[in-house]
């Protein structure tokens, strides 16, 4: 019976004591304050990230594992008789990430060649991470390389996601949108209502003013999608703002049926991004 492995990167944002029970790999990326590197979610957590970001004179930036990282996670768990590993990544339209590890796999040797199948999730944080947990559910359950990679596929098209971020100063200094706009979305408390595309591209859904408002708009965009369907799980993340994640969370359950609720806390690379205050939501109906 084949062995089959589960890897995927810091960014999934799966809480420590689930990956060690699923027997989850994750290789991280790199977060930089100045001279400072840290690796995300190993050396640097989301409760030191946060402080650090807010008193730091630095703008954090971050960087992807090397291929020959990647290669040499992947020649170690292929140590392993009749294994053969499925790679889940963030969305190759956010970072090269998933091709770093494309690239990797593409170097193997020998008995090794072909058994690393790189998945590209286009997705971020919890997005990717529910993949990757119903992953090594299937793969615990017995499932084959094919089966567990079909059903990846499967849940990312059912899958919806909505962010709302604090404030616009992030997505400035890391180029989603102009000095303008942040300026202007500061004054007037523009609120940024943002999701994932079926490419994995970040899009802006809709603008409104006041959180209020954008979670009622949030709520409007779930009955669009989700129809008559029981919401099977929903896992509100947020980066540092369990307040706000707790008013989210209890107006989805107020709106719809929900089988299974969880927190996650976004981590020091998707926190860098979204800064700190963003809450989302990340809903799921298979």
């Known amino acids: 019976m084949t062995n089959i492995r589960i890897v995927t990167d810091s960014t999934a944002d799966i809480p420590l004591a689930v990956r060690e029970a699923l027997n989850i790999d994750m290789v991280p990326l790199k977060i930089n304050f100045g001279e400072e590197q840290f690796l995300d979610a190993v050396t640097l957590q989301s409760e030191d990230f946060y402080p650090k970001l807010t008193s730091s004179s630095h703008f954090p930036t971050t ?17 392993e008789p009749d294994t053969e590993v499925i790679s889940i990544h963030l969305s190759s339209a956010l970072s090269g990430t998933c091709r770093t ?61 909505y962010f709302l ?65 029981t919401i099977r799980t929903l896992h509100i993340a947020h980066a540092n703002n369990l307040e706000g994640a707790e008013g989210l969370r209890e107006a989805i359950e107020q709106r719809f049926g929900v089988a299974h609720t969880g927190y996650i806390s976004l981590g020091p690379v998707i926190g860098a ?11 799921s109906t298979v």
């Open 63 to 79: 960087s992807t594992p090397s291929p020959g990282e990647f290669l040499n996670f992947y020649e170690r768990l292929l140590t």
């Open 165 to 229: 971020v604090d404030t616009l100063e992030f997505l400035q200094k890391g180029g989603r949108i102009g000095k303008a706009s942040a300026l202007l979305g500061s004054l007037l408390n523009i609120k940024p209502i943002l999701s994932l595309d079926g490419a994995g591209e970040v899009t802006v859904v809709d603008k409104v003013r006041g959180n209020k408002k954008a979670i009622a708009r949030i709520l409007e965009l779930l009955a669009a999608d989700v129809s008559d369907k």
């Open 101 to 161: 590890a494309e690239l990797a796999a593409t170097m193997l040797e020998g008995e090794q060649a072909g058994k690393v199948h790189v998945v590209d999730s286009c997705s971020a944080s919890y997005g990717i991470g529910a993949l990757v947990v119903a992953a090594a559910e299937a793969a615990r359950a017995g499932k084959s390389v094919d089966e567990i990679v079909a059903m990846v596929g499967m849940m990312r098209s059912q899958f919806y996601i």
């Open 273 to 283: 991004h979204a800064g700190p205050g963003t809450i989302a939501a990340f809903v």
